[in-house]
């Protein structure tokens, strides 16, 4: 269902940084093209150096050219570019922001419903909020103002409550939209309505009939030229604090009473909140880290190349972890006693996001370590949801054997949307329903800074798994039962050797 849109402008701040070059930029030219913008919408690229408005529109069109290699439409541009607007607004001048307010509020020119995507350092939120502020472009008495604050929200708990306090003097929290970009991926978005528009699967979302989720995130890629931020952050802060635990409350949450943004936030603040906190003296059943060493992983051309390791990467010693596996329970009565594995690693032997969830063992088993029913919702590389089962192999005995069944979620004939553009869209909307709430910050937060702040102390050496290698043997350790192992998602059965 397509929402109304009112006249609005959107304030790019960072500009002309890599994030608007090749996620802004496109995804709002191409909602453009899909006809979602309004006619009257404006673009107010905001940047630091001097620039003429012939000079920022044929920049814009570079960024576009370098996205869409198969040509623009010179329709739909014309239309895109005469939105686009460039406003300098340089660090040294005390009068930049005075200059801003008295571009914006030109009626004539933009509309008075502003949106602010502050695509800059997270060490530069709260003063930018402040100074939009105190020239009045912050106040929503007469038209919506909204603030679109890039990951991370903080560093830690207390660091988000920092940012919290700071920039609500301002800001009420509805006009607030904190993103995870992850949440704006179509497979992700589809867990919810595969869950709740098939009635065959809500029955069996319990206790009683599944064994243990695993969400997974793996990459082969290393770290690459995010050594130096990579190095303050770890897998598990970088990975799992929102975009795994995001992931997780969208597969375990319960309900919500309709589909509107505020229903599906409260019920998966509620979800995050009854995760069971870690104990710190149970970390090490709970919780594993790990480090890649140089090793072979896979190459675009089928062949494996040879990588450093972190170390070498870095150029000094260091104990922060690359890949991360956390043990979590859900304490209320649907998830009582059910496992939630979440894991997230660098070099690993493939790249693979999904969600795999396996039953508990069927009420007759044939034979000795018959497999168990297994459904995997992946989200990447491809789009997708596998349901394996045990049926008979056909002949006089009595035998039962693996089958999937596949349903690819994306077909040829289907839009490819960014989720940023998903995003975008959803901002203009005032649909918040997948952006953070400060409560969900909170919560994700709590569960992951006492694991954090235990691996930090720890002197002891991290373990080491060679680049393009599968989870080290050692993270069984958090399994709950012996029969249970990491699933690798294009296996059918679940084959972890």
Not at 290 to 302: C, F, I, L, M, T
Not at 396 to 422: H, K, P
């Amino acid at each position: 269902m397509t929402k109304k849109i009112n006249p609005c402008t959107l304030v790019l701040f960072g500009a002309s940084g890599n994030l608007s070059r090749v996620k802004l930029m496109p995804g709002l030219y191409r909602l453009d093209s899909l006809g979602r913008l309004p006619d009257d919408m404006k673009i107010l690229s905001v940047g630091r150096s001097p620039v003429l408005a012939e000079d920022w529109q044929a920049e814009v069109r570079k960024m576009l050219e370098a996205k869409f290699y198969n040509g623009l439409d010179e329709t739909v541009f014309k239309r895109f570019i005469a939105r686009n607007h460039y406003q300098e607004n340089g660090s040294d001048d005390p009068e930049a922001m005075n200059k801003l307010a008295a571009r914006l509020n030109d009626d004539s020119v933009f509309p008075q419903n502003f949106a602010y995507f502050l695509s800059i350092r997270p060490v530069d939120f709260a003063s930018v909020v402040e100074q939009l502020a105190a020239v009045g472009l912050t106040d929503d008495s007469k038209y919506w103002r909204r603030v679109l604050i890039e990951k991370p929200f903080g560093t830690n708990l207390e660091k988000a409550q920092e940012l919290q306090a700071s920039i609500t003097k301002y800001l009420k929290e509805e006009q607030i939209y904190r993103i995870d970009h992850y949440l704006g991926k179509a497979a992700l978005q589809n867990i919810m309505l595969t869950r709740f528009a098939n009635h065959m699967l809500e029955p069996l979302w319990n206790n009683e009939h599944i064994d243990h989720v695993q969400i997974t995130n793996n990459e082969t890629l290393g770290v690459g030229d995010r050594t130096q931020f990579y190095d303050s952050t770890g897998a598990l802060r970088d990975m799992a604090q929102s975009h795994l635990l995001q992931t997780l409350a969208l597969v375990a949450m319960e309900k919500p009473a309709d589909f509107n943004p505020d229903s599906i936030r409260a019920e998966k603040i509620k979800l995050l909140q009854s995760i069971r906190p870690i104990d710190k003296a149970s970390l090490n059943k709970q919780a594993f880290r790990a480090q890649y060493k140089e090793g072979h992983v896979p190459a675009r051309d089928g062949h494996s190349e040879h990588v450093k390791g972190y170390i070498d990467e870095l150029g000094k010693p260091s104990s922060v972890e690359t890949y991360a596996a956390i043990k979590l329970f859900i304490d209320n009565p649907r998830w009582k006693g059910v496992p939630f594995y979440v894991r997230t690693a660098k070099r690993m032997h493939e790249s693979s996001t999904a969600i795999s969830i396996r039953f508990k063992k069927a009420p007759m088993e044939l034979k000795e370590g018959q497999q168990q029913n297994w459904l995997i919702l992946s989200i990447q590389p491809k789009e997708s949801l596998k349901l394996e089962m045990q049926t008979k192999v056909p002949g006089l005995d009595i035998a039962t054997r693996s089958i999937s069944m596949d349903g690819q979620l994306r077909q040829a004939t289907d839009d490819s949307v960014d989720s940023y553009e998903t995003l975008l869209l959803n901002l203009m909307e005032g649909d918040a329903s997948l952006f953070l709430h400060i409560d969900e910050v909170q919560a994700q937060w709590k569960l992951i800074d006492p694991i954090v702040e235990t691996w930090a102390a720890d002197k002891t050496p991290v373990h080491q798994y060679p680049a393009g290698s599968r989870d080290p043997k050692e993270s069984g350790v958090i399994f709950e039962s012996e029969d249970q192992f990491w699933r690798y998602s294009i296996e059918l059965g679940g084959d972890q050797h």
